[in-house]
Every structure is written in structure tokens, then in C-alpha cells.
């Protein structure tokens, strides 16, 4: 496992600046292609609607 930071994640007009991504092999026995640690999810201000299985970014 390894830490790169990256100066910002734009999706859209959405952007987090300053973001620290951790990179390693993940096999938990299904398909994942990334696990959002809480750091990113407070910084980037994320709603996590956990009965519509859904991902808001509050405005």
C-alpha cells in the first residue's frame, strides 16, 4: 500500500482539492473499485443516504 495525493478531483463542477489516495491490492472475494476513506467523504461533503443505497454532494 502506498499514499499518492492528488492537487484535486473534479468530477463535473464537483472538486475536492488536496485529496490523499491510498493504492493497494484489495481482494475481499468481490469486485470493488475503490473504498472513499471518511476523510474524503467529510472533505468533499458527501451525504450518504444509506436506505437509497445513494450519494448526494451538498451544496
Known sequence: MFTKWFDAVVLGDW?????????????????IDGIPGFDFIRNAGLIIDTKKMKVYASL
Open 15 to 31: 472538486r475536492v482539492n488536496e485529496c490523499k489516495v491510498e493504492i493497494g491490492a484489495m481482494d475481499y472475494g468481490i469486485h
